[in-house]
């Protein structure tokens, strides 16, 4: 297989690292069809739905979408491409995967999968209140109205098959612990950080029950990131040599321990042969990335590209801020988002690890 030199999140291009085969895409057996892919969640699959929301959440401009397709800064929260796109790729499926409130999205790109992530958005729903961005729910209802759009160009029948057959990608949490529960605080007095991962998880297990039951069957949700060691909660909380914050880390293990148990009984109660409801690992892969870069071609991990690479993320990183010369090796661009290359090998990793889970 041949991975694009385009996951939260990211790491060199050492040759031995990526697949040496001429083949494109991941390989699945021959009775399975992956016909669309479609994406929930925060910043790390924003494609573009905060563009036009009254929020400061946002990153349509330079020097956001530097190496994105002309240099566009479309409201990928990154250099170029994300998760989404780089997965939906590998699949086969298709290069871009659009939002689903971009102005310019056509038609003919419903039947292959559109995003309706929004950044900074959480599963506790006081997350996307506190800066104006779209909730899970809202996500959800979005989600219904494209259902309904895809009945009218596609039929019933056709819309079945891509609802049942499609991946579902669910990314959120890390919002949630590292800005309404550590920094901003909104929670502390209502929850310690137990009682709070079992809201969180609580609230995670919700949503992919009524995605269930509105046709899907493969549905990847990620864990949360070492956000502790994200070069913003470093600079926050990390003191003067700015090491990790291992209370933010140990809370994000907390909430994927849960999360992973939750998802795997939840598959086992629905008693339905083809429902895959999976926990991604996402928290080890990028950890490793970050204590051993130079297996991956990376040199810089504890600061992003942009500005002082400290705290700028949003619309602190702008046209203003200088620029790292070579982004190839950091592996995060800004504060808080990997590189499109250490989202490459993040991606890299993950199919080859759960591909399987879902044929």
Known sequence: MKLSCSIVLYFVYVLVVFRNSTEAGVRLPENVTIPAILVFGDSIA???????LKTLIKCNFPPYGKDFMGGTPSGRFSNGRTPADLIAEELGIKELVPAYLDPHLQPTDLPTGVSFASGA????PETPRLVSVLSLSDQLEMFKDYIGKLKAIVGEERTNDILT??????IAGSDDLANTYFTIGLRKLQYDINSYTNLLVQSASKFTTELYGLGAKRIAVFGIPPIGCMPSQRTLTGGGVRECAEKYNQAAQLFNTKLSSTLSSLTNDLNDAKARMVYIDIYNPLLDLIQNPGKYGFLIVDKGCCGTGKIEVAVLCNKLSEMCPDDSIYLFWDSYHPTERGYNVLVNQILQKYINNFV
């Open 121 to 124: 958005t959480g599963f506790d």
């Open 165 to 170: 057959n499609s991946i579902y990608l669910v």
């Open 46 to 52: 924003d494609q573009g739905n905060n563009n036009n």
